[in-house]
């Protein structure tokens, strides 16, 4: 397992903080709906570089967020090591999808150019709001300039053209925005 590679695995989510004293961790899922992230297993977690496996033993909604308890580890002070580490996956657990359709983990990191060529940036994250996603682009230093931009994920509308091969994203954006 170790010797996965950052191409074969996918974030979807982030254990934030420690629940309790049994060794509880509270959970940020990138997933939709947020509990499917439990039904992965295992997780893979970056410890020392290297991904490592490691399995839940309970998982459950709490508030408006997730807990979970992971497998062997009963102490509060053993979970804060957890704290701050990104909960990845195989990308091959991951299910497909239609065509035209992308996990934001594959949009991240694309360069972001404007119909005309123009280089906006890198695609930093996503931002979900209440209408539709928002793409964070961050100027680069062979980018128009180093600005960061929000443009709105509106496939066909906004964004005109995505290439995963190529590593672009092509969007009818003006740079002035």
């Known amino acids: 397992m170790s010797g996965l590679t950052s191409d074969k695995v ?3 989510g982030r254990i934030t903080t420690i629940y309790g004293v049994k060794g509880w961790v ?14 992965y297993s295992p997780w893979l977690l970056k410890i020392d570089g290297q991904w490592q496996p490691v399995k839940i033993s309970d998982g459950k909604k709490h508030g408006k967020g997730l807990v979970a308890k992971l497998a062997g580890v009963d102490d509060r002070d053993v979970a804060r090591q957890y704290c701050g580490m990104d909960i990845a996956i195989e990308t091959s657990l991951l299910p497909a999808l239609d065509e035209g359709d992308f996990y934001w983990s ?8 404007t119909e005309s060529g123009v280089k906006l940036g890198k695609v930093s994250h996503l931002i979900a ?3 539709n996603d928002v793409l964070v682009v961050k100027g ?20 005109k053209e995505i290439n995963l091969e190529e590593g ?3 969007v009818d954006w003006d740079p002035e925005f």
């Open 106 to 113: 594959q949009l991240e990191k694309l360069e972001v150019l």
């Open 10 to 12: 996918t974030t979807v």
């Open 129 to 131: 709001t209440g209408s």
């Open 26 to 39: 509270k959970i940020y899922s990138h997933t939709e709906p947020m509990e499917s992230i439990l039904n």
């Open 140 to 159: 680069k230093a062979d980018s128009i300039d180093r600005r960061e931009r929000l443009i709105p994920y509106l496939p066909d509308q906004v964004v």
């Open 168 to 170: 672009t994203m092509r």
